[in-house]
Nanobody
Framework: QVQPVESGGGLVQAGGSLRLSCAASGSIFSQNTMGWYRQAPGKQRELVASITTGSSTYYGDSVKGRFTISRENAKNMIYLQMNSLKPEDTAVYYC???????????????WGQGTQVTVSS
């Protein structure tokens, strides 16, 4: 089994910035749209942003204009630059394929541990 490795989270004041990084499996990374998800306590995991193999991007309404997703193909890395952070951005952030499908699961690709982002008011 293979899982992504997320890093870069932490505690930041409202209005601050963080940059998240994700190291993904090469075979999964190169063939799939990748994205950042987040899960806040008591809530379902939601897709925050995604980027295709051709670098087209999607952002959820709640982060549009504040977050930027990017990918570095040579290193199988995905990044999420988060600016103007708000307390409601507090969550565990995960990266994975979009969607995370049965096909991906069958290839042995799992969810990582995530990285905690906490934004204080």
């Amino acid at each position: 089994q293979v899982q992504p490795v997320e890093s870069g989270g932490g505690l930041v004041q409202a209005g601050g910035s963080l940059r998240l990084s994700c190291a993904a499996s090469g075979s999964i990374f190169s063939q799939n749209t990748m994205g950042w998800y987040r899960q806040a306590p008591g809530k379902q995991r939601e897709l925050v942003a995604s980027i295709t193999t051709g670098s087209s991007t999607y952002y959820g309404d709640s982060v549009k204009g504040r977050f930027t997703i990017s990918r570095e193909n040579a290193k199988n890395m995905i990044y999420l630059q988060m600016n103007s952070l708000k307390p409601e951005d507090t969550a565990v952030y995960y990266c994975n394929t979009v969607p995370y499908s049965l096909r991906i699961f069958a290839q042995g690709h799992r969810w990582g541990q995530g990285t905690q982002v906490t934004v204080s008011s």
